[in-house]
């Protein structure tokens, strides 16, 4: 062998060592301290693509054979999730009669035993295997209280669970199981479907008996929010069909990947109606990742209250279009705060990406993890300027005690009947003292005002950008306005600055 030949060949053993350790801590973190690296448990995820959606298909046989390929590769990495809870003693409440919002979807409980005696409850759902070390991701509700939690898999076998993590914000939960020869599924990226995109639903709807279900459908919607599901929405909306018992279960692309975990359904009738949820597996992932290093979902926290700006609107702040995100509250001592935001500035762009909707941009920030440093393009009385923000911790907020509306209909040109805001009216509204001295105190369904928003107990804090301070203040103001005007106010409704604006 010539010294040619001997340098090549310990060359091409060089890079086979790089190549191997390459691959072997991939998925190994380490983190320097004092006393030498430490490791630091992830998630290793399934890393291998597929080429399904590459499938050439010449004939209906083929087109055929392509959703084949796709339910082969998916439907091993989907489970049967099973919970089992104790209910010790029968307890009624006007609910029981209609149920929970996840009763059609998951299964209602079974009957409760009186005078005391114990009486197992057993849930079913539906989960997806993330990682060949058996990790698996499913929705909150469907593991949520459980005291025992197990699964069967696709090859039949049973496996005791144990819950690592939940997200209530989300509906989504992560539990863990011990077992070899599991099929982790690639997660995809969810950003990328679009609207029509050919996509598979797999779960155990209505029963064991039924498990690993495959549906067909298309993506319906995307970034579809105030579903009232949960506190983060920005669900995938499908018609692949969906019924109870598919909660944590898959929705995969054509190319076999993850791309959501199917949650839940709209329905008039408790069944499947063409339209299901689906958290995406971007947010999925962020959340499962979390759960399983830390235990726990730590957020990104401004301090902000934000609302969609509507025609209405742009045209009381002079705005060229009805676009961005307009500020209402800017909490004392926040983020936001401290980096100058104020009350009626417009958010044009989060670290360089346009928002155009609320909910768009409270994911976001809420994507970002405590301590990150994010940039925003605003716009303030027809001047743009660039604000960094370093986020904070999402801290735990008191729920705001809700208010009944008045059904107390008003015959007046606003729509509404204003009112100085006494002692009373306070204790009635249940509201603390105000700046602005000017409650609504009736408000009719049918006028502008109700439509655009406007309610019972809100306290006006300016009209047409004018401060009210008293009621004679806002009365003088009044005298301002005409028919046909456009009405533009600032409201604290709970702690929380909102604009309306509408035509009287």
């Known amino acids: 062998m010539s010294k040619k030949q001997r340098l090549m060949r310990y060359l091409l053993l060089v890079f086979a060592g790089v190549a191997v350790g390459a691959l072997v801590f991939s998925n190994v973190e380490f983190h320097f301290s004092p006393g030498g690296p430490t490791l630091s448990t992830r998630p290793n995820f399934a890393s291998a693509t597929n080429n399904i959606e590459n499938y050439p298909i010449q004939s209906l046989k083929g087109f055929n054979e392509a959703f084949v390929q796709i339910a082969e590769s998916a439907t091993p990495s989907v489970v049967t999730i099973f919970t089992e809870t104790t209910l010790k003693q029968r307890v009624f409440s006007p609910f029981h009669f209609f149920g929970t919002p996840f009763d059609d979807f998951f299964g209602s409980p079974e009957e409760r035993v009186p005078n005391g005696r114990k009486e197992v ?13 058996g990790y698996i991701l499913t929705n909150n509700h469907v593991v949520d209280g ?32 011990n077992a070899q020869n599991l099929k982790p599924i690639i997660i995809g990226d969810s950003d990328k479907l679009r609207v029509g995109e050919w996509v598979i639903a797999i779960g155990s709807p209505l029963g064991e008996n039924l498990a690993r279900t495959v549906t067909q459908g298309i993506v319906s919607a995307k970034g579809r929010a105030n579903v009232g599901l949960a506190d983060y929405e920005d669900f995938i909306q499908t ?3 969906i019924n109870p ?24 009738t408790g069944g499947f109606e063409g339209i299901g949820f689906a958290v995406p597996s971007n947010m999925a992932r962020k959340v499962l990742t979390s759960l399983i290093t830390t235990g726990k979902v730590a957020r990104g926290y401004m301090g902000i209250t934000i609302q969609d700006i509507d025609e209405n609107l742009a045209a009381a702040m002079h705005l060229r279009a009805a676009e961005g995100v307009l500020v209402g509250t800017v909490v004392e001592g926040s983020p936001a705060a401290k980096s100058g935001l104020k009350t009626g500035d417009v958010i044009l762009e989060f670290n360089g990406r346009k928002v155009t909707r609320s909910v768009e941009l409270r994911n976001l920030i809420a994507a970002q993890s405590p301590g990150s440093i ?131």
């Not at 049973?158 to 863990?176: E, N, S």
């Not at 959501?260 to 709209?266: E, H, K, Q």
């Not at 001295?437 to 928003?453: F, L």
Request: glycine share 8%.
């Open 146 to 177: 459980a005291e025992t939690v197990y699964i069967r898999t696709s090859d039949n076998r049973r496996i005791d669970a144990k819950v690592i993590g939940k997200d209530p914000k989300t509906d989504l939960a992560v539990i863990k199981v």
């Open 239 to 241: 018609d692949a069909a």
């Open 245 to 268: 018992g598919n909660s944590g279960g898959a929705l995969v692309n054509i190319n076999g990947e993850l791309v959501g975990i199917n949650t839940a359904i709209a329905s008039r």
């Open 374 to 504: 994010v940039k925003l393009r605003l716009q303030r009385e027809g001047s743009e300027r660039l604000v960094t923000v370093h986020l904070e911790a999402l801290p735990v907020k008191e729920r705001v005690a809700s208010r009944s509306p008045s059904e107390e209909r008003v015959n007046t040109a606003l729509g509404f009947r204003a009112e100085e805001l006494t002692a009373d009216k306070a204790r009635r509204f249940n509201l603390k003292s105000f700046a602005g001295k000017v409650v609504i105190t009736a408000i009719d369904p049918s006028s502008n005002a109700y439509q655009a928003g406007l309610r019972n107990g809100d306290v006006i804090l300016s009209l047409n950008k004018s401060a009210v301070s008293s009621f004679a203040e806002f009365t003088a103001l009044l005298k301002k306005v005409k028919s046909g005007d456009m009405l533009f106010l600032l409201v604290d409704r709970g702690g929380s600055r909102i604009y309306f604006a509408f035509n009287v």
């Open 121 to 133: 409850q057993h849930g079913l759902g539906s989960g997806v295997i993330v990682t060949a070390d």
